[in-house]
């Protein structure tokens, strides 16, 4: 089938008007789109779905009326309007009359709905149009390069507040009890990034940042809590109208917290919408993490307002750098706010999540044809926006901020109100740079997977050389060659060299004036790519880690796991390694760490988990002694968040009983005094809490769930719920992930939790098999394909085989290439138990070792 609409009539303006009713979950419509005809026509051909058209006409040029019928064809979600007599060229107006409903779905014009402090339900109606559901609020032309602008009208009871796009122009009786809302024109953009919002809602005051009046806008009772995110969002819109060198697109700029929110949030123009936790934040008492979040969501979602917004991709294919772009811009604004929060070193971390799924036979290139629209579903990922961001921050390090930043400014210029593909954007960075941008980043971007740098001594110099790293092994090796920026550090007799160096086709020779004490390939850690040091190179290194940036720190950890899950070394040698991280103080480098151990845990045999939990004690200990339980005076926030996150690792996964009394103790006092318990400490206490408890334990954490006073609060406490070991508390939150007890927007994430939990794995699968249906009704299609990565934790060959069978037989399609990774992902894990499971059973056994002194 043809998946693009015609192009012999094309809108340039629509004026809408909906009427909302909230308690019927109706609404009704009316529009008027202003369309150009370029050849006559009999039929009109535009996007709609769950819709019902009421009644067509065209109004042409020269005054005629022509009245017109409709037909829906629901599964191509299209309806096909015809006339008795052809329409002639020109510009007309086409009239529609409809009606639709608002679902519980939380796409297309949906219904939330929320409980006040006094237990009443109210009910609120909002829009998640990206990428294809405009067409369940209004018949359009719901194509990103389909541009037009919007007039929209509102009508609504008088005793609620409707927002949108752009400024309200002025408010009207509509009948008993009812008013409309009138909104200024919006500029000329895509479908998708329409909204309404309809409800109960209190504002802020606004904050003005140069013309643009900024607010936080959510549920009644909420507003203490959006003081930060009012913060990062003035600065991030100053920042950006700065750096694209473009004055903010919008006429206002509404940030909305909405209680049911299938994704993070959405760029809607001048209304973006956030589920609650990516927005309100109590903000003394919320974790970094907690804070760290709000703004990247929100420098995030402001970074689209240009880029996204003001140019847009032509087609869905380009949703890769509509989102890596913004996650680039978000990093480089939130490091501009907090450079104490050492943002781009934390990217470490999503980096190498992204190289976790890019190191799969099934992986994809970063762009990829998109016909059918439903096929970008499954381009939001970590490839489109981690490994996306990764290859921008590479290539602008490559070029330099500044010279980047003019390539940028050049293509927003260049496209505005219009739009663009990526080699637009190419296209501009090559004029400012007079580089050939293609030759260097087409690898990165048009082909799947990145390479490992392979670094040996050669002469007092060393020797790079390149071939592409999966974790499976390949039937034939390939040939593939990507141009790698790479920089080379190393420390010689006389100081320093820091080389840059592009890797290519050939192997490489790096002359270095004398031998190197130590070396550092990747140096700075901005390059997608791992690297594998020869071993008497290694050891130079891993004597040398006080010498390292914590971001190589963090590679050299990354990479040396994702070697020994390749079987590229022996796991207990990267077990051995990680006792060198003694004294490490980097809060990502522990994250690789432990998220190492968290690996070998699942998958490792039942009776070797009481040795790697001393294994895990043992090389945290040093470290928990030195930062203690309480927040010193003088410490940055960095600090703190590794405090929470040590004791975390110590109370769960080393399963320690002196760390679990205490935290049970400090826990008791945190609910006489809430003073008494560190913001980043409190959310570790209550995972270990839940950890070593029982049923009086989960009776209160899940009233506190449901009495929670913040969006941060109640995330702790659902996910604790899903941390308790004990069967039958496992089976009570199993039950809530599909009786309503727990929102649609959240169970999913919950069911991938006790997917993952080695505790409640079996009976989490065993719930899961039984109930996939009912989760594949009640759950957002988006949230529903993520839960399944929970599977990639069923570590054992008998699991491997029931997983292979249940997708096989349920027909379970989860888009793209989801399911496939997932299917690879657990065969690597078994892979790896069958290869490494002996050995890592011997290493563990012996007593672990005191790290070596130095
Ligand atoms: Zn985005």
Redesign the pocket.
Known sequence: MDYRLPTTVVPSRYDIRLEPDLEAATFAGHETIAITVSEPVSEILLNAAELVIRSVRVQTADGQTVEGSAGLDEAAERARLAFPTPIPPGEHRLVLAFTGVLNDRLHGFYRSTYKDAAGASHTIAATQFEATDARRGFPCWDEPMCKAVFGVTLVIPESLVAVSNTRVTGESPAGPGKKAVAFADTIRMSTYLVAFVVGELEATEAVMVGPTPLRVWCVPGKLHLARFALDIGAFALDYFERYYGLPYPGDKLDMLAIPDFAAGAM?NLGAITYRETALLVDEAAASHAERERVADVVA?EIA?MWFGDLVTMLWWNGIWLN?AF?TFMELLAVDAWKPEWKRWTTFGVSRAAAMGVDGLHHTRPIEFEVRAPRDCEAMFDLLTYEKGASVLRMLEQHLSGDVFRDGVRLYLERHRFGNAETTDLWKALGDASRLPIPEVMDGWIFRPGYPLVIVEPDGTGIKLSQRRFTYLPTESPTSERWKIPVRVRASVKRGFVDKPVLLGDEDLAVALPAAPEWVVVNAGGHGFYRVQYAAPLLRKMTSSLKKLAPIERFNLVSDAFALAQAGLTPSPDYLDLTARFGEETDRNVWTALIGSWGYVNRVIADPARPDLEALVRQRVAAAVERLGWEAQPGEDELERQLRGDLLRTLGTLGNDPATQERARALYARYREDESAVDPDVLPALIAIVAAAGGESEYDEFLQRFKAARSPQEEQRYLYALAAFRQPELIRRTLEQTTNGEVRSQDAPFVMRALLVSVYSRRLAWEYLTTSWETMARQYPGSAYRRMYEGVTALVSPEWEREVGEFFASRKIVLGGKTLEQYLEQLRIAVRFQEREGAALAAYLAKPPRPPRAR
Do not use: F, R, V
């Open positions: 760029e995030h689209h989102e913004a």
